[in-house]
């Protein structure tokens, strides 16, 4: 299994982002699935199995801790993903977290308060839909987001986005010297095919809701994004926190790739149930006791 799972992996894992260059990560590749969509349910269904037997152990064991960062343009697929991947695993053993536009508590503080008040939980699954990386992105596209905040203008200076990467990346390393196990998502779509994706909002009366004219102006700061996603990469992409550029022109493909990274991270740490120790074993062997003589009692009456 983990060496299959691995060649969905592998092509698109950034750990080191000094050389990353966004366009040399295809939206449109498949892999070598050709444009098997079935061959894809089934790894895919493999692979959330997995994903749920590996939680399991995380929740027992209790000590490692995951956290999962979504990221990408609208139409993307985030949400789609995280609810494909996802299905199945314990929801109790995951700690989901959209963030959208910070309220004003939110601006009163750092830009990574927010984020860090929803951290996971040793043993569970922390799942980041939107994240710190906003700062860094929207905000960048935005300059007047910036202009607007709180932050003293003497610290409003050109070198703002690489102190960002360097917090952000010393943050990660921090969480990961602490035990938690971190992947970042850059759901990669190209620009063409969020167009069809808007377009079918129109059209699909399941889809209406999703429609914004906001999402349709953002999409003219295309390249700014482009550009910023390509600068956070590769100023934030580590060993300890790599970037997943997960080509998502193909919903399954994309998902598939997504599955394929949490069931190989978590592989890595070999997750074992707790062993059964002197003391639970005298707790099981107790507790047998006291339920047969619960049964002979209840057998007497
Ligand atoms: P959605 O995920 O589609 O519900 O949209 C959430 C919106 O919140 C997106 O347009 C994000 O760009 C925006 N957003 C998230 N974080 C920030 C932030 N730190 N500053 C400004 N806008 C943000
Ligand atoms: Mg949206």
Known sequence: MSKRIRK????????????????????????????????AASLLEEGVSRLCALQEKLYAQDQWGVLLIFQ???????????????????????????????????????FMWRCLRKLPERGRIGIFNR??????LVVRVHPELLERSQIPRPLL????????FE??????????RSGYVI??????????????????????PDKK??????????????????????????????????????????KWFARLVVAAAIVDA?????????????AKRSELEKGRLMMEREGKRTKGK
């Open 8 to 39: 969905f992996v592998e092509p698109y894992l950034v750990t080191n982002g000094s050389k990353f260059r966004l366009k040399a990560f295809d939206p449109d590749d498949h892999g070598s699935l050709k444009a098997s969509k079935d061959a």
């Open 72 to 110: 990408a343009m609208d139409a993307a697929g985030k949400d789609g993903a995280i609810k494909h991947v996802l299905s199945g695993v314990n929801p109790q053993g995951c700690q989901i977290t959209s963030f959208k536009q910070p309220s004003s508590e939110d601006l009163d503080h750092d």
């Open 131 to 136: 994240s710190y990386y906003e700062d860094t």
């Open 157 to 164: 200076t050109r070198r703002i986005w690489k102190e960002r």
């Open 167 to 176: 917090d952000i990346s010393a943050f990660e390393r921090y969480l990961s």
């Open 183 to 204: 992947r970042k998502f850059f759901l990669n779509i190209s620009a063409e095919e969020q167009l069809r994706r808007f377009r079918s909002r129109l059209d699909e």
């Open 209 to 250: 809701w999703k429609f914004s004219l906001g999402d349709l102006r953002e999409r003219e700061h295309w390249n700014d994004y482009m550009a910023a996603y390509q600068d956070a990469i590769r100023h934030t992409a580590t060993p300890e926190a790599p970037w997943v550029v997960v080509p998502s022109n193909r």
């Open 266 to 278: 978590l592989e890595e740490l070999d997750l074992q149930f707790p062993p059964v120790n002197a």
